[in-house]
């Protein structure tokens, strides 16, 4: 047999594996599965990475490889977590944890271009996909756009909200993202340890107006969860689409 063909082998003998094994569990050592299934090292650890690259194992340095779920991938577009998670078939939650009012500090307030001491609606959702946890998220709006807003009005889609009860439709929007090791309460919320790398995505969005609508800073599970966007060169038009 082909070395493609005998890696191909391989990775569907561990997938075979990895469907019988539950999330997190330790794969055999190389060595062993090696020896049961007759290949040279080298190729099993081939077909191994394979399934790294796909996030269904996971390396851990020194203590072994082992079985992983897929991370969910988000596109960056004006979507909202609920949309998302449902174009994934997947069952979106959202857990609202605080809301509360005040007066905008000079920063807060540049940021939504509004005067500096209105005051800003301020909440915290932590946001589930089939009930486990995704993401925390912090939101700050002004509150003179979202009157009434309470804390039963956030247990689902946001911008569904908006468009529902206030008629305003986020359209466009600018965010940044780094990689962090969260905070203990944030660690907790998301049910991670303090050394689990996360995303962290700040941002704001704004409507047809040209309002800036929000503010928002999200930390999201690294180990779950994967940004993928759309490139092009910016000297190009884009592709026509056939009529």
């Not at 997190?24 to 394979?50: F, H, K, N, S, Y």
């Not at 991938?73 to 959202?94: K, N």
């Not at 800003?120 to 756009?145: I, K, N, Q, S």
């Not at 979202?146 to 009860?165: C, F, I, K, Q």
Request: charged fraction near 30%; include cysteine; hydrophobic fraction near 35%.
């Amino acid at each position: 047999m082909s070395a493609p063909g005998k890696i191909g082998e391989i990775r569907a003998r561990l997938l075979d594996l990895v469907d019988l094994l539950p999330e997190g569990a330790p794969l055999p050592p190389e060595r062993e599965l090696a020896v049961r299934w007759q290949v040279a090292r080298m190729t099993l650890r081939r077909a191994m990475d394979d399934l790294v690259l796909q996030d269904l194992l996971i390396r851990r340095h020194g203590s072994g490889t082992y079985t992983s779920r897929p991370k969910v991938s988000r596109r960056l577009a004006m979507t909202s977590f609920s949309e998302e998670m449902r174009l994934r078939g997947m069952r979106p939650g959202t857990r609202t944890l605080e809301l509360r009012r005040r007066r905008g500090d000079r920063a807060r307030c540049r940021l939504l271009r509004i005067p500096a001491g209105e005051v800003v609606v301020e909440f915290v959702r932590l946001r589930l996909a089939d009930d486990a946890p995704m993401a925390l998220e912090r939101t700050f709006v002004p509150d003179r756009y979202v009157p009434g807003l309470a804390l039963g009005d956030l247990n689902g889609s946001w911008y569904e909200l908006l468009a529902t009860r206030y008629r305003t439709d986020i359209v466009t929007g600018t965010c940044r993202m780094d990689p962090v090791l969260p905070d203990p309460r944030t660690a907790g919320h998301l049910r991670i340890p303090v050394s689990q790398p996360c995303l962290r995505i700040r941002g704001i969005s704004l409507d047809a107006r040209g309002r800036v609508m929000e503010s928002c800073e999200a930390t999201y599970r690294g180990d779950r969860y994967a940004i993928t966007a759309d490139l092009r060169r910016p000297d190009l038009p884009h592709p026509r689409l056939p009529s």
